[in-house]
């Protein structure tokens, strides 16, 4: 498929453990209509799947797109297979367990499908088009529901084995939130939006003289990452406290992975993302107080452009076989 095709048209899938969106666009990731939906899941990915085929079907019935649609590009929220689009597990919603995902698109749309991890393909949007531009080595990731990695080597997606490599939210840390000695557990498990939530909505987590305890009418399973940034602009203590422990340990798997991979730029989308300034000011401290004396000064931490758009836009690139080397 040739760029600038002024009559084609894409269209990028997100599937993600939160939200689910689709999208309408052109072959260089510009986004011309989406739809967006959070679904209270009662089965898992059938809810999903529904959803997106009575949602895409609609698009292609729709007299400014029929006929015009040329190919879709998906981002999963899980490990795959990259050779056949077949998902190996999700973490956060059942039923998808060796699920031929490429397949199903195919059968139900009769349209060409790149099915590819949900963090790889932001990353392709950001590599290509976002804050990574002109990277020689680029490592993008995302600190959402989940959190995943998708790392560019000279403009190419390693894939490893073909099941997807630098899975950071699968790196090990250090757990803090455990009382047991040299306990460890996966950066996902401490620095993720769920993950920060959970631990905040526990009872007798924040102490009574954060400003937390009186948010959302004293309803602590409301509390969200949104309302932890509020509370350290305003400075509160604890909340100061807890997002310097999310940072250090977030910047001790991003040291990792500039002391293994090299990578000149890594930037970072998702909705923990968005606390912008007070998020990044520490990672770049913690890590480049961790980072090996080859790394130091030599690489650069961005927040995401794209942001929300990430995934979608990534997904219209490889949709458009004019960007996405696999």
Same mark, same amino acid.
């Given at each position: 498929?040739?760029?600038?095709?002024?009559?084609?048209?894409?269209?990028?899938?997100?599937?993600?453990?939160?939200?689910?969106?689709?999208?309408?666009?052109?072959?260089?990731?510009?986004?011309?209509?989406?739809?967006?939906?959070?679904?209270?899941?009662?089965?898992?990915?059938?809810?999903?799947?529904?959803?997106?085929?009575?949602?895409?079907?609609?698009?292609?019935?729709?007299?400014?797109?029929?006929?015009?649609?040329?190919?879709?590009?998906? *981002?999963?929220?899980?490990?795959?297979?990259?050779?056949?689009?077949?998902?190996?597990?999700?973490?956060?919603?059942?039923?998808?367990?060796?699920?031929?995902?490429?397949?199903?698109?195919?059968?139900?749309?009769?349209?060409?499908?790149?099915?590819?991890? !949900?963090?790889?393909?932001?990353?392709?949007?950001?590599?290509?088009?976002?804050?990574?531009?002109?990277?020689?080595?680029?490592?993008?990731?995302?600190?959402?529901?989940?959190?995943?990695?998708?790392?560019?080597?000279?403009?190419?997606?390693?894939?490893? #084995?073909?099941?997807?490599?630098?899975?950071?939210?699968?790196?090990?840390?250090? !757990?803090?939130?455990?009382?047991?000695?040299?306990?460890?557990?996966?950066?996902?498990?401490?620095? #993720?939006?769920? #993950?920060?939530?959970?631990?905040?909505?526990q009872e007798g987590y924040i102490p009574g003289d954060?400003?937390?305890?009186?948010?959302?009418?004293?309803?602590?399973?409301?509390?969200?990452?949104?309302?932890?940034?509020?509370?350290v602009k305003a400075g509160d203590g604890f909340a100061? &406290?807890?997002?310097?422990?999310?940072?250090?340990?977030?910047?001790?798997?991003?040291a990792n992975v500039l002391a293994a991979q090299g990578?000149?730029?890594?930037?970072?989308? *998702?909705?923990? &993302?968005?606390?912008?300034?007070?998020?990044?000011?520490?990672?770049?401290?913690?890590?480049?107080?961790?980072?090996?004396?080859?790394?130091?000064?030599?690489?650069?931490?961005?927040?995401?452009?794209?942001?929300?758009? &990430?995934?979608?836009?990534?997904?219209?690139?490889?949709?458009?076989?004019?960007?996405?080397?696999?």
């Amino acid at each position: 498929m040739q760029n600038g095709m002024n009559n084609s048209r894409f269209i990028g899938v997100e599937i993600g453990g939160t939200k689910q969106q689709i999208a309408i666009g052109l072959s260089d990731g510009t986004i011309l209509d989406r739809r967006q939906v959070r679904l209270q899941y009662r089965r898992g990915a059938e809810d999903i799947l529904e959803w997106l085929a009575e949602n895409i079907h609609d698009y292609l019935s729709m007299c400014n797109y029929a006929g015009k649609i040329e190919a879709i590009g998906v *981002g999963f929220g899980g490990p795959l297979e990259t050779s056949t689009g077949r998902v190996l597990s999700s973490l956060q919603v059942p039923g998808w367990k060796d699920f031929e995902l490429k397949r199903w698109f195919e059968k139900a749309f009769n349209l060409p499908v790149i099915v590819v991890n !949900d963090t790889v393909t932001g990353g392709f949007a950001e590599l290509y088009k976002g804050a990574g531009q002109k990277s020689e080595n680029f490592f993008y990731t995302n600190i959402g529901t989940g959190i995943g990695g998708g790392l560019f080597i000279h403009g190419k997606y390693y894939d490893g #084995s073909g099941y997807g490599a630098s899975y950071l939210g699968n790196m090990l840390v250090p !757990d803090w939130t455990s009382a047991l000695p040299g306990a460890y557990t996966r950066t996902e498990l401490i620095c #993720s939006g769920r #993950s920060i939530e959970t631990r905040l909505r526990q009872e007798g987590y924040i102490p009574g003289d954060s400003i937390l305890t009186g948010k959302h009418d004293g309803d602590r399973t409301q509390i969200s990452c949104q309302d932890l940034a509020e509370a350290v602009k305003a400075g509160d203590g604890f909340a100061n &406290a807890e997002l310097d422990r999310i940072g250090q340990t977030f910047s001790l798997a991003l040291a990792n992975v500039l002391a293994a991979q090299g990578v000149d730029r890594i930037v970072i989308g *998702g909705g923990v &993302a968005k606390m912008g300034d007070i998020l990044f000011e520490r990672l770049r401290r913690f890590t480049d107080d961790l980072a090996f004396i080859a790394n130091k000064g030599r690489y650069e931490i961005l927040q995401s452009y794209f942001l929300d758009d &990430a995934v979608l836009a990534g997904a219209l690139l490889i949709a458009s076989g004019g960007y996405a080397e696999l």
